[in-house]
């Protein structure tokens, strides 16, 4: 069974804080990807990674960074936060490009 | 602009009978489709994934695509309350390791 671990479920944060979300992944994925997610909004990719050290970005990077040292994890950093940014945030996983991806359980980010 | 639509609802259907939720896509080119079961507060969950043209039936749950037409649909047999929840289509259109999400459906099932 695909496991994929996000290091919280729930998190507060002030304005201008650095903000680091972890995921980790068991499956010896090649892909893992960052949602948010909004009411109205649906998900949204913000970025993705294919391999060690590769990152693409998605469709609402601005604000935020990530980075992929080893395959099994991929960490999102928000550089300042802002209100704007309080969201749920999902980090999912893939092997190949066609295959189903994985979602973790989320983290609940408040920035207050 | 690629898309995925999917009618928000609520889609309310009495217990055990046969709810049927529907997505369109606007990528022709796609390959691969996917269903997810998301309960409120919680993350999305894979139901079923579909390839080809045709059916495709895993326990109550059949995926059924149709490439012509651009649609995938997801049909749950004899429902059951514990089946209300919001159900996302996904799509990956050809050449990109991204999904294209719609914007979920939300089912009802009455007991």
């Known amino acids: 069974d695909v496991k994929v671990t996000q290091s919280s479920r729930y998190l507060v944060k002030r304005t201008g804080e650095k903000v680091f979300l972890e995921c980790v992944q068991d499956m010896d994925h090649e892909n893992m990807f960052w949602y948010r997610q909004d009411p109205g909004l649906g998900l949204r990719l913000i970025y993705f990674s294919y391999d060690v050290k590769m990152k693409e970005k998605g469709d609402i990077p601005e604000g935020y960074s990530v980075s992929r040292e080893k395959k099994e994890r991929f960490s999102l950093i928000l550089e300042s936060a802002s209100t704007n940014q309080t969201s749920m945030y999902l980090c999912?996983?893939?092997?190949?490009?066609?295959?189903?991806?994985?979602f973790g359980d989320g983290t609940r980010l408040s920035i207050l | 602009q690629k898309e995925v639509e999917q009618n928000s609802g609520p889609l309310s259907v009495p217990e055990g009978a046969i709810a049927s939720l529907n997505c369109t896509y606007s990528d022709r080119g796609s390959q691969s489709f996917f269903w997810y079961r998301q309960y409120s507060g919680k993350s999305p969950e894979l139901i079923m994934f579909i390839y080809s043209n045709g059916d495709k039936e895993d326990g109550r749950f059949t995926a059924q695509l149709n490439k012509a037409s651009q649609y995938v649909s997801l049909l749950i047999r004899d429902s059951q309350p514990s089946d209300s929840a919001t159900y996302l289509c996904?799509?990956?259109?050809?050449?990109?390791?991204?999904?294209?999400f719609g914007t979920g459906t939300r089912l009802k099932v009455l007991a």
């Open positions: 996904a799509v990956n259109p050809s050449g990109t390791y991204k999904y294209i």
């Open positions: 999912a996983s893939s092997g190949t490009w066609n295959q189903p991806q994985h």
